[in-house]
């Protein structure tokens, strides 16, 4: 069974930081892999999607790599702000035919100005 | 466009009583999914839709949920004797094709479902 682990489950930091959120893995037969963020009250946005064949994706100060093999996949943001503030999520997608995802519990991230 | 919409937004029901839960996927998606999200817990996966047809239904927690989809389009999920435990926001999302690895999913704001 597929389980998907997020470290840390809380973050705190000052605006202007760089910083990086982990995601293990234990099945390593995933098609692909998917960030998220969510907002209280509202649904998950989709951040960026990482194809098994892909080892990173980068959009704006957002930049997450995929290590299928070690089971493990980072985001990573540069120059945090306090709209970054959100719980983020990882997903991987598993090797079934179709998207049926498999979530992590979420990192809760804040951002203070 | 519109996004994926859901309906209620939020849900307060007594112990026993059956509820109904709408979504409405991005206009020409295929593919629909529900999720649950629990307090402090992650999202599980609750059923997949490819068109009317529900290929994989191996998450409904219990035959106290249903769903349906009619049209290509809107889909119930349906909690019968509605239980404590059902308390959860629930999510529904849509992507253009489900039998590919390549198409992302939209995510509704979801339904808060409180069971007293």
């Known amino acids: 069974k597929q389980e998907v682990t997020q470290i840390p489950a809380a973050l705190s930091v000052p605006e202007g930081e760089n910083l990086v959120l982990n995601c293990s893995f234990t099945d390593s037969a995933i098609y692909n892999l998917q960030w998220f963020r969510q907002d209280p009250g509202k649904g998950l946005t989709s951040l960026l999607l990482i194809q098994s064949s892909q080892r990173e994706q980068t959009s704006g100060r957002l930049n997450a790599s995929l290590d299928k093999s070690s089971g493990r996949s980072t985001l990573y943001i540069a120059a945090s702000q306090p709209g970054d503030s959100a719980t983020y999520l990882c997903a991987v997608n598993r090797n079934t035919g179709f998207q049926k995802l498999v979530f992590g519990t979420g990192t809760r991230l804040l951002v203070s100005p | ?116």
């Open chain 2, 1 to 116: 466009g519109a996004g994926v919409s859901q309906s209620p937004s939020n849900k307060v029901t007594e112990k026993g009583k059956d509820v109904e839960l709408r979504c409405d996927p991005i206009s020409g998606h295929t593919a629909l999914y529900w999720y649950r999200q629990r307090l402090g817990q992650g999202l599980e996966f609750l059923i997949y839709f490819q068109g009317n047809s529900a290929p994989d239904k191996s998450g409904l927690p219990s035959d106290r949920f249903s769903a349906e989809r009619t049209g290509e389009s809107v889909s119930t999920l349906t909690i019968q004797r509605t239980q404590q435990e059902d308390s959860a926001v629930y999510l529904c999302a849509s992507s253009l094709r489900g039998l590919s690895s390549y198409n992302e999913q939209f995510f509704g704001p979801g339904t808060r479902l409180t069971v007293l």
